[in-house]
Structures are given as C-alpha cells and as structure tokens.
C-alpha cells in the first residue's frame, strides 16, 4: 500500500461539483452567471442550472473563495480570490494524487500503461 | 452559439416571479443578477420544467437555511417534535368529519299547475356517502329573480329514490302495505342516508295567476355538530308550478308563455359558472332561430310548437313578473341583452348567437362576453 490517510480537515477542504467547476471557469478570469454556465457546459459538458449555481456562488462567497466585482451592469461578475485559487490548487494537486494512484494500480495489476 | 451577453427583458415578470421563491435577505443581495440570469436562461430554452423545479427547490432549501431550521428539523429534538406534530396533525384531521357528499340529479324542466293558494310537491334526488347521518335544519327555494317566491311547507325522505313517482299534493299519503313508501320527515330528525336519496319538497303558492320557478332549493343541516349549507339544483330548467283558482285540464297559455319566459330570464341571469348545471338552461324549451345579421331581436321558438315565435322583448310581461328586457341588440355574432329586475338596476348579460343556435341559452356577464364569432 503506498497512499497515506490524508487528515479529514484537509480532505473536506477540497471543492467539488459545481463549486470545483465555477473555481475553475474563474481562473482565467472574471465572469457573471450566464458567462459561467455557458463556459462550464462548454469545457466539462454540464449545464448548471440557476438554483444550483446561485447558491454555490453564495456559499463560495460566503467562504471567501470568491469576490463579487463592482459592476453598473445587473449581471454582477465575479472572479477568484487568493484563497479561492489555494483551494483550487489543493483539490488538482488532491485530484491528481488520486489519478496517479489510480493509474498506479493498473499497471501493476492490469498492466494498463 | 448564441451570444450569452444578450439577456432580454421581456422574460422579466417571469424570471421576478421565479424569484419569490428565494427569501427577501437573499432576493436582496443575489436578487437583480439571479433575474439577469434567468431572463438569459429563458431567453435560451423558454421552457424547462426541471429548471423551473431546480430554482424552486434551492429557494425553499435556502428559506430553511436562513431561519436555521434545515439544521433543526435534522436534529433529534427536530425529528421527535416533527414526530409528534404529525401525529396531532392526523389525529386533527381524522377527529374532524368531513362534510358529506351530496349530489344532486335532478333534472328539473318541468312545467305543472297547482291550486292556489296551496302546496305541491317537488322531488330532488340526491346521492350520498354511504353512512352519511345528518340533520337538516332547514330547506329555502330559490326562485328566479323577477318571479314571486314559492315558499316551503315542509321535506320528507323516502328511503328509496325510485318511490312515490308522483307524489301529489303536500303533505304525501303513506302507502299502508309498502313501509319503504312511508316518508320519513326530513326537518329537524337525524336521518342515516342511502346512497341514493330523494327529498321531497312541499311548496307553497300564493297568488293566483302567477308563475313561481324554482331553480333548485338551499339546504341547511347538521353533521357532526358541524353546520353546513348544500344547493340542490334542477340541472337543466328551473320546475315552474303555475298558481291556478282550479285544477284546470289544458295548460293555460298564460302558464305556458310565463314558464318559458322564467327559463329564459333565468338562463339569462345567470352567468356560466355560477351554477353548476349538467347542461344550459331552458335547452329544451328555448332556442333562438334569428339568424339573419340585420335583425336585432332575439327571437325565441318553442321546439314543441315550432311556429310560435316570439320576441324576447314581447315574451316577458313585466307587470307579472317585474322583468322588463329594456333592450336586445345584436352585435358580432353576440346578442347584448339589457334586463330590469324589479324596477332595480339594469342588468347586463351577453348571448353568443352561435352557443343560442346549437340549441342552448346561455348568458355571459359583460366582463366574460366570448369572443365573437366568424
């Protein structure tokens, strides 16, 4: 066995579902809603509905992870904070940890490459 | 790929209604972009139900979230109140009886003659929840605005529908032999219900010479304690009973024009939906045969006469019966009848020719004239 049990804090700090997929839209930049519906349908093929949307943009603003930018226009834009972009960060690294295990044992047991 | 830079306004009620669902704190701080949204969204897919569930669901779940009570309802004392709430909600709800079902298959439509002054005999079958006991308190007719009020002399039950076909004058003579015959007074005793009732109504009327519809009667009884308010109505004319000195052979024609113009005024008052009928009134008494667009009568034939054609505005006496029709005009395919009850108010009421010609008499309100017709 090579993996090591990762600290519960740690692990629970991790994004994922649409909260990983709006972290990622707003690495390279800015968006509002719309923008990021449009954008994560079109890099990972999933359509977030509104409800879902709007309440993990509220609880990743809620938690820091994202900041609303001041805008005259009704759609509000938002983009990724300094913590936003450590959290995304942690779950990739986390997220290719696991894919590096994964592939690990397949090749040793499927000698899949 | 459309551009999702364009979000259009005319969704905007749409996407504002979709928002009373999210609490005011949060309609305050996501309120205007969360609309921009979705007037984008519609602007895209104008119909989605899972959307539309999607966005009510959140707004429910962060109402809870707000008031704390999502974490509540999920803890043990949550649960174990939430427990005992439902229980003395069923338990409510069980302990509380819920009114009977009555419901009424009289057809009505008949015309007759009775000595006046004097009571007759009026039927109106109605079926019931099996089990059903209740006291009736109390039994009113209703009339046709315009026509004198019959009153009631008194209700009986008989057990089964299909009893006394006739009954004749009120009060109703026990048949000897057959107890099933015998009527059961209906005012004031608990009474246990068939499935299948007929209540017996003795109506008393005053004036000689005059007509006295009855449209159907009010019924005031008792269930459980509980004081409840029925309406039996015949489904498709009011009965009209014609006050005669003596029993008299042939049909006067005083009866015959004046029960025809009861069926009319009173399909005429009447607006579509106020009553529950089976079928428009006077059906088979009263169809308009005008069909030429020059005229501005609405003229009515007896189908069982079929040459005795009569204006409505000739029909309606209002010396006997306190209806004037003050004016008929046709307009688009509608007829506007204006109509005086009792020297009172003019009422309004509108006749769609082509609802008349399939036989019908059937009156709107103004407000709810139908389109008309090409």
């Known amino acids: ?113 | 790929m459309r551009s999702d830079a364009v979000a259009t306004s005319r969704y905007g009620a749409r996407a504002q209604r979709s928002l009373r669902w999210y609490p005011r704190v949060w309609r305050e701080r996501y309120g205007e972009e969360f609309c921009a949204h979705l007037e984008a969204e519609f602007d895209e897919r104008p119909w989605s139900p899972r959307r539309g569930a999607n966005v009510a669901l959140h707004g429910l779940v962060t109402r809870l979230q707000l008031q704390r009570l999502l974490r509540w309802t999920v803890g043990v004392t949550g649960l174990a109140a939430m427990t005992v709430a439902v229980v003395l909600i069923v338990a409510a709800v069980l302990a509380t009886p819920s009114p009977p079902t009555l419901t009424a298959t009289s057809s009505g439509g008949g015309t007759f003659t009775a000595d006046a002054p004097g009571v007759t005999t009026m039927t109106f079958g109605f079926g019931a929840r099996p089990g059903t006991v209740l006291r009736i308190l109390s039994v009113h007719v209703i009339g046709v605005p315009g026509f004198p009020l019959a009153t009631v002399a008194g209700a009986d039950f008989a057990a089964v529908s299909s009893d006394v076909i006739n009954p004749g004058p009120w009060p109703m003579a026990e048949t000897a032999n057959l107890s099933l015959h015998n009527p059961v007074p209906a005012l004031g005793r608990t009474v246990a219900l068939a499935r299948h009732n007929t209540l017996y109504v003795g109506v008393r009327v005053a004036r000689v010479h005059h007509v006295y519809p009855v449209v159907g009667v009010r019924v005031v009884y008792l269930d459980h304690g509980r004081r409840y308010t029925t309406t039996m109505l015949n489904r498709s004319a009011p009965d009209v009973v014609c006050a005669v000195a003596t029993e008299v052979v042939a049909m006067p024609s005083w009866c015959t024009i004046d029960s025809v113009a009861a069926s009319a005024v009173e399909a005429a008052l009447y607006p579509v939906g106020s009553v529950t009928r089976a079928e428009p009134l006077a059906l088979r008494y009263v169809q308009a045969i005008s069909q030429t667009a020059q005229s501005r009568d609405l003229i009515l034939q007896h189908p069982a006469t079929a040459t005795e054609l009569m204006s409505i505005a000739g029909l309606v006496d209002e010396r006997l019966t306190g209806v004037a029709i003050e004016s008929v005009s046709l307009s688009r395919g509608v007829f506007h009848v204006a109509v005086r009850v009792g020297g009172r108010a003019i009422q309004h009421v509108c006749l769609p020719r082509d609802v008349i010609q399939n036989g019908g008499v059937v009156g709107y309100p103004p407000s709810n004239c139908p389109p008309p017709s090409n």
């Open chain 1, 1 to 113: 066995m090579t993996s090591q049990r990762r600290p519960r804090a740690e692990v629970e700090g991790l994004l994922s579902g649409a909260s990983f997929y709006i972290l990622t839209s707003l690495a390279d930049g800015e968006k509002h809603g719309y923008a990021l519906t449009k954008d994560i349908e079109g890099f990972a093929g999933v359509r977030i509905a509104p409800g879902t949307l709007y309440e993990a943009l509220a609880r990743l603003e809620g938690r820091g992870l994202i900041e609303a930018v001041p805008s005259q226009d009704r759609r509000r834009p938002y983009r990724l904070s300094g913590a936003g972009a450590s959290a995304l960060d942690a779950t990739l690294r986390e997220q290719e940890r696991l894919v590096a295990e994964s592939r690990a044992r397949l090749r040793r047991s499927w000698s899949v490459a």
